[in-house]
């Protein structure tokens, strides 16, 4: 629909529930999940296009790169209670692993020039906090400290911050480790960055 309410429009259609939608860059396609597979289609709907096949286990929380051309996801694999970051191609093509954590990690966030994702993960101290990791899996970076969960990570558009919730409230943190809450209401959450707009 339109930022204003308008113009509401059903997208896909089936048995199975679909979420985690993930706007492309140019707009032309949305990733979304279903049956524990990733997928994409126009964003007026039609024909679904499948991105991992054949992976087994369970895919989810597709996060398009600034180019386009690969798509983040969290995986948990058949019989495992732990989950890594991989990336893979639009049209599904290698898929790789990006994390090798003993942990939960999940919800990535591309930073804007597409060199570093970052995601949520319960690796130290058995609650989730936010970390950041290079594309090439390299350069593990823990970006916030708390006591208590520390999710939803949304990398802001000029790569200066990352916005994320904590305790109902919406967060941000920038790259020297300062945070600063956004919002008090109580039962916020999944912060999202409006683009930059072109001139």
């Known amino acids: 629909m339109r930022a204003d309410g308008t113009h509401v429009r059903q997208v896909t259609q089936g048995k199975a529930d679909d979420d985690g939608p993930a706007w492309s860059p140019d707009q032309r396609r949305l990733a979304f999940s279903r049956d ?8 007026v709907g039609g024909p ?8 087994g286990g369970e895919a989810a929380s597709p996060a398009w790169s600034p180019d386009g051309k690969l798509i983040a996801y969290d995986y948990r694999r058949p019989g495992f ?9 639009v049209n599904g093509g290698r898929p790789r692993l990006v994390t090798k954590l003993p942990a939960v990690s999940t919800l990535p966030s591309w930073s804007p020039d597409g060199r570093r994702i970052a995601f949520q993960s319960n690796l ?3 609650h989730y906090e936010i970390y950041s990791i290079g594309r090439d899996g390299r350069g593990l970076r823990r970006e916030t400290r708390s006591a208590i969960d520390t999710i939803d990570p ?14 109902g409230a919406i967060w941000t943190v920038d790259r020297a480790g300062h945070e600063r809450k956004l ?7 999944t912060p999202a960055w409006r683009p930059v707009l072109p001139h």
């Open 154 to 167: 949304a990398w802001s558009p000029n790569g200066k911050e990352i916005a994320f919730s904590r305790d």
């Open 81 to 89: 209670d732990s989950r890594e970051i991989w990336v893979v191609g």
């Open 124 to 126: 130290h101290g058995g």
């Open 183 to 189: 919002t008090s209401a109580g039962n916020d959450s």
């Open 48 to 55: 679904v296009r499948r991105v991992t096949r054949n992976v």
């Open 36 to 43: 524990r597979q990733l997928f994409t289609v126009g964003p």
